[in-house]
Nanobody, 128 residues
Framework: QVQLVESGGGLVQTGGSLRLSCAASGRTFSNYAMGWFRQAPGKEREFVGAVSRSGDSTYYGDSVKGRFTISRGNAKNTVYLQMNTLKPEDTAVYYC?????????????????????WGQGTQVTVSS
């Protein structure tokens, strides 16, 4: 029902920046919280960050706090992940996801199983 398409991945040097975009279409997208996750080879899917339905609140995993910023576009049909001060350990496939259910606690954003729709991912590679 909801389709998500990531873009903006690529190869960047350590310390560089990238901005990922997640374009969404479908019913009630503007009413969904949106999250970013990443998965490196041989590792579990990791929470990167999330933005609330309104766009007023953001949440981040400990490993990216202070470096990554999540935001909604003005029309709220696009979600961005601005990644600064990139490190080799940031290398992964990055996925955006939509959360259709309403949750009352911020902790709900961190769990992949609370998301209903996923993009196909975009590769981010940080060279050292």
């Amino acid at each position: 029902q909801v389709q998500l398409v990531e873009s903006g991945g690529g190869l960047v040097q350590t310390g560089g920046s990238l901005r990922l975009s997640c374009a969404a279409s479908g019913r009630t997208f503007s009413n969904y919280a949106m999250g970013w996750f990443r998965q490196a080879p041989g590792k579990e899917r990791e929470f990167v960050g999330a933005v609330s339905r309104s766009g007023d609140s953001t949440y981040y995993g400990d490993s990216v706090k202070g470096r990554f910023t999540i935001s909604r576009g003005n029309a709220k049909n696009t979600v961005y992940l601005q990644m600064n001060t990139l490190k080799p350990e940031d290398t992964a496939v990055y996925y955006c996801a939509a959360q259709s259910k309403f949750y009352s606690t911020s902790y709900s954003y961190t769990a992949a199983y609370n998301y209903d729709y996923w993009g196909q991912g975009t590769q981010v590679t940080v060279s050292s």
